[in-house]
């Protein structure tokens, strides 16, 4: 060591070099460290300055792209509405080209239309006029040849019930393809042609032919003697029926119950004009009274009996009074009432198996499209009897079966009326109501008169009650708007559409096309 100097010099020992290096060296760390902090203190502000240029150089950035933006936005908004406008420009050029042609179109079809209708116009006035001049003779009565007017009045009903006038029109009738001799339907034909279309100058015609031949198939009309003109409706009704009956296209309907059974027996056997137009079914009811099990059985009738003399007692009882008017609708009401059938008309009950009494009730299950109705009078009815039968009759709450639109409305068309103490004695006249000009007039034999209304006829004691009546079948409205399409599909079945008359003929090709197509997913 070196010695101890009191003076101010610095210590120059090892121990004070090392101690001033080592100060030295930590003021160097020092120095360094804050040299250190300084450059990050200055880079980390360099950093932040960086990127607040980058934050506002990507706000400049934004703010020029939101401004192109806008402005390719405003472009393409303008761009869009140019081509609306253009497009609404288009359609409205369209729709005035396609109204043009509709209304071009509906020009044409209006012209077509006018012309079908002019044509139509034309030919039913045609029509008319050539019906006119064929059955302009209307007043023309039948002889009488020997207490005939039961056969006069009763033919000359049939001559103005509308189906016979047209199925007889023609000479050469239909019935001549049945291959049967037809005796009664040909002589029936000629008196058709001779009031309707030959006699036109003369008064009356004698059809002494067809007496001759009803005298000939049936002896009960034989001869010069009163007959009665319900016996006569009915023996031509059958005989002729079974002169033109044809062989029938029915097809027969799988069932087992007793309707279906009895129409695939009658139908496939029977077929003509006069079925279409006076038969009609009748449903019969019949119960034991013992083990109350009902049948039912089917029938067929061409004429419906109404006996008056009961009718008024079954009305009597009902409404409890002396003496009250009879109307149709009264006999509708009784000939549907249940009746007890006991003592000898006791029925055999295969249930029971032994006599027992029994209900009984006749009911219409169908309606004709002309229906005969015979007021049976019977003996010892008083003549004063007042009876109602309207020009219009609705029998639809007492018919079973209602087919399609069928309202089963009537108009009445035809009286036969008898005057006298029975049917078998006394005169016979008929009440027609003209096809021709729809009005009334009465055929009492060989002369013919116009009558305002036949229900308020009275001659002698007899007080206008008359003994046939023959009702037409109002036929339904039809909407004169609409057609029908009619189409065949799968197994023969059946589809019928309504569509308007006016309908577009693409349109229709449309429906035509979802038609076939229907009818490709039914196959």
Known sequence: LSPIDNGNHEL?????????????????????????????SNLFEDERNRQKQKENEGKEYKKIEDKENRDIQKEN???????KENEEKENEQKENEQKENENEENDQNENKKNEYENYIDNKQNENNKEEKEEFKVILIGLNNIGATC???????????????????????????????????????????NNLWKEAKNKKYYTPTDFKNCISKMNPLFKGIAANDSKDLIIFLYETMHNEINKKSQYQPV????????FRNDYYSKNSSFLINTFYFEIQSDLTCQKCQ??????????????????????????????????????????????????????????????????NTK????TSPEVMTIILNRGKGLEFEVNFEYPLVLDIDKYVTEKKGNDNNKYELICILSHYGESSMAGHFIAFCRSPVDGKWYCYNDAIVTPSEDPRHQSSGNYDGIPYVLYYQKVKH?????????????????Q?????????????LINLFEFLLFINFFIN
């Not at 070099?17 to 450059?39: A, G, P, Q, R």
């Not at 006749?362 to 299950?365: E, I, R, S, T």
């Not at 589809?495 to 006016?502: M, Y």
Request: some cysteine; proline content about 2%.
């Open 12 to 40: 120059s020992s090892p121990i004070s070099l090392m101690v001033n290096k080592f100060t030295e060296n930590e003021s160097t760390k020092d120095e360094k460290k804050e040299d250190i902090l300084l450059v990050r």
């Open 77 to 83: 908004e303008k761009n869009k509405n140019e081509e």
């Open 150 to 192: 039961y056969m006069n009045a009763t033919i000359q009903c049939l001559c103005h019930v509308p189906n016979i006038k047209n199925y007889f029109k023609d000479k050469q009738s239909v019935y001549n393809d049945t291959n049967k001799k037809c005796e009664l339907t040909k002589e029936f034909n000629k008196v058709v």
């Open 254 to 261: 799988n069932g087992t119950d007793e309707l279906t059974l």
């Open 293 to 358: 099990i009902p049948k039912s059985s089917y029938n067929i009738a061409n004429i419906i009996i109404f006996p008056l003399e009961k009718v008024r007692e079954y009305k009597t009882l009902k409404n409890r009074e002396g003496f009250c008017a009879v109307t149709l609708e009264d006999c509708f009401e009784h000939y549907q009432t249940e009746e007890v059938l006991s003592g000898e008309n006791q029925i055999y009950c295969n249930n029971c198996q032994g006599m027992a009494n029994a």
């Open 362 to 365: 006749n009911v219409l299950y």
């Open 477 to 493: 409205e039809e909407n004169t708007d609409k057609i029908t399409l009619y189409f065949i599909y799968k197994e023969g079945k």
């Open 495 to 507: 589809l019928f559409l309504d569509v308007d008359k006016n309908i577009k003929a693409k349109d």
